[in-house]
């Protein structure tokens, strides 16, 4: 019985970090006035028929801090690739000369970057729902534990230890956004 409440514990604690993984990767995404490879890496292009990560037909780097540099490893990859970065809506503009795909990165307009902040509190805020999510998955667990003989007091300990375990991710959430907020807002 002990083990089935301590494994319910490690199953919200894995889902909640695997949350703040996740808003850290879409938080890549989002850029800040500044040119990086993870802006683009994960577009899926269409390699012969089927999607296929950019990162895995091209190399992509950052020429300077305003310019991206996209390499495919195969000539024929290049209409595809620009496809993919304009269906992709990312308001970038992908130039072709033949050899490599390049990508200028507009510097961001206040407006933009007004934006960005709200489309990162959107992500912020499915975190928050995905940790609410695990802890209510395993505060639901604990009480069924308590309901088959797990004794209550114990139980209430192992709710509270799972509330205070959301709360820390949440804040962790929280640390995340304002460290990207500024980042954003930094001209």
């Given amino acids: 019985m002990d083990e089935d409440v301590e494994l319910i514990l490690e199953m919200a604690k894995e889902a909640m970090e695997n949350a703040i993984d996740h808003l850290k990767h879409e938080l890549v995404k989002v850029r800040a006035g500044k040119a990086a490879p993870s802006m683009v890496s994960d577009l899926m292009v269409d390699y012969y028929g089927s999607p296929t990560p950019l990162k895995q037909v091209a190399n992509v ?87 088959d003989g797990y004794p209550e007091d114990i139980g209430k300990r192992k709710e509270d230890e799972i509330q205070n375990l959301t709360n820390s991710y949440s804040s962790k959430v929280d640390e995340l956004l304002n460290a990207k907020e500024k980042e954003i807002m930094t001209v």
């Fill in 61 to 147: 780097t950052a020429a300077d801090s305003r310019t991206l540099s996209i390499q495919p490893w195969e000539k024929t990859m290049l209409a595809p690739i620009e496809r993919a970065i304009f269906e992709a809506n990312l308001g970038l503009t992908p130039m072709n000369d033949g050899e490599f795909v390049r990508i200028n990165i507009p510097p961001l307009t206040e407006e933009r970057r007004i934006g960005l902040v709200k489309q990162v509190k959107t992500y912020g805020e499915d975190t928050k729902i995905s940790l609410r999510n695990a802890r209510h998955k395993a505060m639901d667990g604990v009480k069924a534990s308590v309901k």
